[in-house]
């Protein structure tokens, strides 16, 4: 149990960890849709903004939490976190910050703006959930229960996550923002994350017993856990010192 326990800890600390630079983002996004507005018009959509983002981050957790045992759905959610990573990546070669630019929203109204902030809110939620139950539907069962195709305690994870995700796009997404400017290349380590967390559901639905193409025991085995958990940890770390090293680089 208290090896349960700890696996269960240390993929909490992570989704943390993943959710902060994601909501980080996701209010970064949010600021630029909104700032053509009047400040107290701004405060408003944000406050709407943030409401749209609880409320669509747990319908996408419901929903997905519903359909996690079908392979299809599994094959679209790996394809999907797999796309935004490679596309964040080619787009910061490019040399773009966002996709959405000021321009987007310049000389939109009150109820227009919030209404592409709430669709932008819509692919943030997906992004945070995919990756969310990619990394809990492999923790050992915990519990009886289950709610959809989820156990309870991995649902639980979900949900703890997604919640975190909210808080810090509430009070804490500000020092994020800051952390993302002090060092820009966490943003390109964080969606190297879910690019991985989007592998590790590819292999998930290449051992779905539908399909069998990769051994069932293999995606739930501790080897696989291993590989995934070591090389996740390596891109931290490379992330982690080449941030570091731009840092010093531009201070020179």
Request: cysteine-free; hydrophobic content about 60%.
């Amino acid at each position: 149990m208290e090896a349960i326990l700890l696996e269960y800890l240390w993929v909490l600390l992570v989704l943390v960890a993943l959710e902060g630079l994601l909501a980080a983002d996701n209010a970064v996004v949010m600021a630029v849709m909104v700032k053509h507005l009047p400040q107290e018009q701004q405060k408003k959509a944000l406050f709407y903004g943030l409401m749209g983002a609880f409320v669509f981050r747990f319908a996408a957790l419901f929903m997905i939490t519903l359909l996690v045992d079908v392979w299809q759905i599994q094959a679209l959610g790996a394809a999907y976190l797999l796309f935004i990573a490679f596309k964040h990546i080619y787009d910061q070669r490019k040399g773009k910050e966002h996709s959405l630019e000021p321009e987007a929203t310049k000389g939109s109204g009150f109820w227009m703006t919030v209404l592409k902030v709430e669709l932008a809110d819509i692919a943030f939620a997906i992004d945070s959930m995919l990756a969310a139950v990619a990394l809990a539907i492999t923790l050992p069962h915990l519990g009886n229960a289950e709610i959809g195709g989820i156990n309870g305690g991995q649902f639980g994870v979900m949900i703890i996550g997604g919640l975190v995700g909210i808080i810090i796009m509430r009070f804490a997404a500000h020092k994020f923002v800051k952390l993302l400017g002090n060092y820009p290349q966490l943003e390109t380590t964080a969606f190297v994350i879910v690019g991985w967390v989007g592998v590790k559901l590819l292999v998930l639905t290449l051992a779905h017993k539908d399909l069998g193409i990769l051994p069932y025991d293999f995606a739930h085995s501790t080897e696989w856990k291993l590989i995934f958990w070591s090389i996740l940890l390596g891109i931290v770390a490379v992330g982690a010192w080449i941030s570091v090293k731009k840092k010093k680089a531009q201070e020179i």
